[in-house]
């Protein structure tokens, strides 16, 4: 996006594009973004990897590193947006809000202002996405797609 806080990251040399586990190609996320997410008992597992993000909704690696390193649902202290559903799905990170959030306004008032929210501290950079979201990346896009299939779905009237 182009109002994003957060510019699309390089691959890292050398990085394992594909998760072992299911075949998705990862976003590369930076070793802070692993290390704020993995349960403290797990810790001492990230090393210097290069880290990437499983997008697959039905796998449940999170992140895994070219040196083999593989972290699972099981081993993150909250839950991934993309690996989850329901009112409590967390869409946006930094500023807590979920599915739910989105699902309300829209049944109580017919649109919702969350998108504008977010962009509006975007703009006023007081958001963390590469940290605070597991996969690195503004979670904008995420809040946009899930308000649109709430309405396609029928769920919510005059959206």
């Known amino acids: 996006m ?15 594009a594909l998760c ?3 075949g998705a190609t990862g976003r590369s996320v ?6 704020h997410h993995v349960r403290s008992e ?8 290069d880290y990437r993000f499983c997008p697959a909704l039905a796998c449940t690696v999170v992140y895994y590193g070219a040196g083999g390193a593989v972290f ?8 991934v947006t993309p690996k989850t559903s329901g009112d ?3 869409l946006c990170y930094c500023f807590g809000f979920t599915e739910g959030d989105i699902r ?10 969350i998108p504008a929210q977010i962009s509006r501290f975007i703009k006023e950079k007081i ?9 690195g990346a503004c979670c904008l896009g995420d809040v946009n797609k899930t308000a649109q299939q709430l309405v396609a779905k029928g769920e919510i009237e005059n959206a």
């Not at 182009?2 to 394992?16: E, L, Q």
């Not at 797990?42 to 210097?48: E, G, K, T």
Request: hydrophobic content about 25%; some cysteine.
């Open 2 to 16: 182009s109002n994003c806080c957060c510019p699309p990251k390089p691959s890292p040399t050398g990085s394992v």
């Open 20 to 22: 072992a586990e299911c």
């Open 30 to 35: 930076e070793r802070r973004t692993v290390l």
């Open 42 to 49: 797990l810790l001492a597992r990230v090393s210097d990897d």
């Open 72 to 79: 699972t649902v099981n081993d993150v202290r909250e839950p």
């Open 88 to 90: 409590a799905r967390p």
């Open 104 to 113: 309300k306004e829209l049944t109580q008032t017919g649109k919702t202002k």
């Open 127 to 135: 958001c963390a996405c590469e940290i605070r979201n597991p996969a």
